[in-house]
Structure formats: C-alpha cells, structure tokens
Nanobody
Framework: QAQLVESGGGLVQAGGSLRLSCAASGRPFSKYGMGWFRQAPGKEREFVAAITWTGSNTYYGVSVKGRFTISRDNAKNTVYLQMNNLKPEDTAVYYC????????????????WGQGTQVTVSS
C-alpha cells in the first residue's frame, strides 16, 4: 500500500528555518512527481512546491519562492522541503503528495497524500 509520511514540523520563531521530510513507501515513487502543499486554519489547501521525478525541475508558489527549496533523494525515497526565513504567515499543516501528472501545481492531479505535519511560526 502506498504511503507518504511527513516529519520535521514544529514551532520556530520568525526568521528561523525548518526542514520537512516526506518518506515514501509502497510504490515506485522515484517515478512520481512530488509536491508540498499547506493548509492554514480556515483557508484552502495551497501549492507550495513541486519537483519532477528526475529532480531536474522545481516549481514554487509565489509566497515561498526564494525562501523554500524542494529536493529529493530517490535512493532514499524521500523528498525534502527546506524552509528558510520563515514568517508567521507560513504557519499551516504541510502535506506532501505524489503525482504522475505534469501539472505539478494543480492539487487535483495528486494521487497520494501524507497525513501532514504542523509548522508554527511565532512572531
């Protein structure tokens, strides 16, 4: 059974950094595009970042571009999200997801989702 498990969330002060990890199992996720999304209380889930299955291309949401970096290690079936210069508005539950589609920014094309990890940024 396909499974994605996020880790690395927590409480951090504004300006700080966190690195999220997403461990994949049960499928050949090395052939999947991987994405990170987030959802704050009362808001819709939004696109944060995505990476192609080869890792050669990355995509970012406008609000995180220049601060967040997505990467992957296919040998470890793991995707990472390095988050720097965190802001209070980055507070949300962060989810990783997998897709075989090329429309990486479209939440509807993702087939597998993790359970999420909470990130809280204090001001």
């Amino acid at each position: 059974q396909a499974q994605l498990v996020e880790s690395g969330g927590g409480l951090v002060q504004a300006g700080g950094s966190l690195r999220l990890s997403c461990a994949a199992s049960g499928r050949p996720f090395s052939k999947y595009g991987m994405g990170w999304f987030r959802q704050a209380p009362g808001k819709e889930r939004e696109f944060v970042a995505a990476i192609t299955w080869t890792g050669s291309n990355t995509y970012y949401g406008v609000s995180v571009k220049g601060r967040f970096t997505i990467s992957r290690d296919n040998a470890k079936n793991t995707v990472y999200l390095q988050m720097n210069n965190l802001k209070p508005e980055d507070t949300a539950v962060y989810y990783c997801a997998a897709t075989v589609s090329y429309y990486y920014t479209d939440i509807e094309v993702y087939d597998y989702w993790g359970q999420g990890t909470q990130v809280t940024v204090s001001s």
